[in-house]
């Protein structure tokens, strides 16, 4: 089932990454660096310490937010999700919500300051999603919220890693153990 | 995701579990961060652990995690490794899910390796009476290879726990027929109950008793409905081998198998709630695992901390240092049923049993009773973990507190046990939880959640 659901994430971010990719892009300072390369025509995508992602649109309007596999396969089987209140408004850090397994409790904070428009009611239904697909964004994936952001919440996004310093603060949490 | 920073969750749960036992942190290997917290119940309220408290998962600064007979067994079978009662212990393998774990017990084998328990022999014709001052067990009438259920109270006279324990009458000794009791110890207590004993027989002037400690002998749990058929093909054919048919819950016999020299301490029972055996292994443990795992094929799997956690939750049993501590004592804990009849009067000669016997009586007999009772809880929505408040009453006041809790994998709800107010324990009661900060419905439930599956005799 999680090998399946692997495989398919592989193809997945075709879909929203082609839509967003259509509307022009604003440079902005996160992207400058890569102009040209493939990678500006998607969203950057910036993790947490706490293992939370974030996308945010070309835009710098709107995102999503997810955890990361790393901490999904952490967690091990989730059970249940609880997912943040539409409408309210947070900071970088506040709790949004929750994931349980059957061993652990881990709370959801929102990785920058943001409002929460969306939540991924699937999540109550089919937990598991968060294990299969944990950073799918698209209809079907294991995101837990959609949100707004103002200038606050671009600014927040400065202090978050991308994929490959993620990937190195993770190996680094490995090793400490 | 705080509460991912899993180290945090161990550090609660091992403070707790081993408050007299602290050792310093180890490498453990990679990605036990993540299963440190699944090994562990923790309470879902603080926010601020960063992951440099993970120096709490274990002690003191000096001495490296223990390792039990079955390390090398562990990390060829991968393994995650957590920090528990000064042991590097495993809390999972690869093969299996936590959740996949717990079931598979259920419906087929799983060895546990339990080897950080601590196993003392009290050997002396002054061992019966020695450890009737200690528990409220009934140890003169206990006929040999019996087990059972006991706790260790506080010399205070308080009734408190100081650790329970599962005590085995063993064959008396020599030709002077010498009383030999078993008595395993939780791992999490280990220098604290050292402490008490070393107290207790140095301020012991009965008949002659001695400590011993099995230290180097494995323990490992085979639990589940194949064991009793995995067992029996384990065993020696070149001995006689003993009817496991006839091995009864609460029994226990020595039995030789093929892959080791010594003969084997079997106790029929477990933490599971399953029929299942604990095996005390002398020599070659790892052989005996190996042998087991080769004989069960598909119907076995090694389990860790993780299952069993959840497995004896189900089963209503407490763990200590989280249902159970020095400031409740057995009639609290809900185990009355462990003081035999002989025992129930105030002048049973055991520490507490003045303020022990005072509340065996219920306040509707006219009784002391108990003000606070254990009572399992069924959970709405969010799973309620250790620490969360229970609430009941009209005014919706704060009754109680939930000392174990998970999403039970065999029921698919989720489960929880508690302590609250006399008056809110009879099952039926309906309470709320607070679930950060939510209140959740819940209703006391008897316990075991899952019903027990021994291997019990007709009578």
Redesign the interface.
């Known amino acids: 089932m999680a090998s399946i659901a692997r495989c398919l994430r592989a193809a997945r971010p075709a879909l929203p990454t082609l839509a967003r990719s259509s509307v022009p892009q604003p440079i902005s300072r996160l992207s400058t660096i890569r102009a040209f390369s493939a990678s500006t025509i998607r969203p950057v995508r910036k993790y947490t310490k706490d293992h939370e992602w974030v996308d945010l649109s070309a835009d710098n309007k709107t995102g999503v937010i997810g955890i990361s596999e790393y901490a999904a396969e952490a967690l091990g089987d989730v059970v249940y999700v609880e997912l943040p209140e539409k409408g309210k408004a947070v900071k970088a850090g506040d709790a949004i919500g929750a994931v349980e397994s059957v061993k652990s409790a881990a709370d959801i904070n929102a990785p920058i300051s943001c409002k929460i428009t969306d939540v991924n009611f699937l999540l109550e239904e089919k937990p598991a999603t968060i294990n299969q697909v944990p950073e799918d964004d698209s209809h079907g994936g294991g995101w837990i919220a959609k949100v707004t952001v103002d200038e606050q919440g671009v600014k927040d996004l400065e202090a978050l890693m991308d994929v490959e310093e993620y990937k190195t603060f993770t190996a680094g949490e490995d090793a400490e153990h | ?7 945090r ?1 161990a550090s609660r749960a091992l403070r707790a579990a081993s408050q007299a036992h602290r050792r310093s942190p180890v ?16 309470t ?1 309220t603080p ?1 601020s652990l960063a ?1 440099q408290t ?1 120096h709490a998962s274990s002690s003191s600064p000096s001495a490296p995690l223990s390792k039990t007979p079955l390390h090398d067994l562990h990390l060829s079978h991968g393994a995650k490794l957590v920090p528990f009662g000064g042991f590097a212990m495993p809390v ?1 393998y690869p093969s299996k ?4 774990s ?1 079931i598979f017990t259920r419906t087929h084998a799983s060895i546990f390796d339990v080897s950080h328990m601590v196993q003392r022999l009290f050997v002396g014709p002054g061992a019966p009476s020695f450890l009737q001052l200690l528990t409220p067990s009934d140890l003169t009438s206990l006929p040999p290879h019996k087990s059972t259920l006991s706790t260790l109270l506080s010399p205070s006279g308080s009734g408190g726990i100081v650790d329970d324990t599962v005590i085995t009458r063993l064959p008396d000794r020599g030709a002077s027929n010498i009383p030999v009791f078993y008595v395993v110890t939780n791992a999490g207590c280990r220098e604290k109950d050292d402490a008490y004993f070393a107290s207790e027989l140095s301020k012991w002037s009965g008949p002659e008793v001695k400590q011993e400690q099995l230290t180097s002998h494995a323990l490992i749990a085979l639990q589940g409905p194949d064991s009793a058929r995995i067992l029996e093909s384990a065993l020696s054919p070149h001995h006689p081998k003993p009817d496991l048919s006839q091995l009864y819950f609460g029994s226990s016999l020595y039995a030789r198998l093929s892959a080791a020299r010594e003969p084997v301490l079997v106790s029929r029972g477990g933490y599971t709630g399953e029929d299942g055996f604990e095996i005390s292994i002398p020599d070659s443990p790892v052989a005996v695992t190996e042998a087991l795992l080769k004989l069960g094929g598909e119907d076995i799997d090694l389990a860790g901390l ?1 299952a069993r ?2 497995l004896r939750l189900e089963a209503g049993m407490c763990l200590y240092g989280h249902d159970l501590d020095e400031t409740t004592t057995p009639v609290e804990a809900g185990l009355s049923w462990i003081i035999p009849k002989s025992r129930r009067g105030a002048d049973a000669g055991y520490y507490g049993a003045e303020v022990i016997a005072a509340q065996l009586v219920p306040k509707t007999k006219g009784g002391k009773g108990v003000e606070r009772r254990r009572v399992g809880l069924v959970v709405e ?3 309620a ?1 250790e620490g969360a408040e229970i609430l009941g009453g009209e005014n919706g006041e704060k009754v109680g507190v939930v000392t174990s809790g ?2 039970s ?1 065999t029921l698919g709800k ?1 489960i929880a046990m508690g302590y609250v107010a006399d008056g809110f324990h009879k099952a039926g009661t309906e309470v709320d939880v607070l679930v ?1 900060g939510k209140k959740r419905r819940a209703v006391v439930s008897k316990m075991p959640f899952v019903p027990s599956r021994y291997h019990k005799g007709a009578a």
């Open positions: 995701m705080r509460g991912l920073e899993l180290n969750s490498t453990l290997t990679p990605r036990s961060f993540a299963t440190a917290a699944l090994s562990q119940r923790h879902p926010r992951p993970r999972q899910s936590i959740r996949d717990h993780g956690d959840s929505g969010a799973p973990r998970c999403p994998p989720n950060r």
